[in-house]
């Protein structure tokens, strides 16, 4: 049996969607009527330095590296939105959904420090307004 996810998927108990979570990145419907748009391709690709994660061309690519995380790095809550946000491209492959699912993943992997080799996040927090820059020394 498919489940399948809709946008309100984030107000269900964590661990129920988990496990829709997992079911539905690892169903692959013969008729194609699950998720159609798995060939999308991302603008860049995302190459982890470090992880278990491989370089992402494309959704499929996303959803084969997502298989390769441990199981109880889904739990993480950026992981979470990560996988919502890939499943959701994959359902629509509108530019905005695939675009979303990748600033997600790119989060996610940098929020594991896997981009720099010696584990620090390679993204900047925002400023907030009146805030100083810090400076050069």
Known sequence: ??????KGAVDKPLRQWIVETRRLICVDSPTGS???????????????KRGPMPQMFS??????AFLEL?????RRPHWLR?????????????????QWAFDTIVAAVDEEGWFD??????????????D?????S
């Open 82 to 98: 990560a996988g919502q946000a890939l499943l959701t491209a994959s359902q629509t492959g509108t530019l905005i959904d695939i």
């Open 34 to 48: 699950y998720m159609d748009y798995w060939h999308k391709s991302f603008k860049y690709p995302i190459t982890p």
């Open 59 to 64: 959704l499929i690519d996303a959803r084969g």
């Open 117 to 130: 080799l010696g584990g620090e996040n390679i993204t900047t927090k925002p400023h907030r307004v009146g």
């Open 1 to 6: 049996m498919v489940t399948v996810l809709h």
């Open 70 to 74: 441990p199981q109880g790095f889904l």
């Open 132 to 136: 100083a820059w810090p400076l050069a």
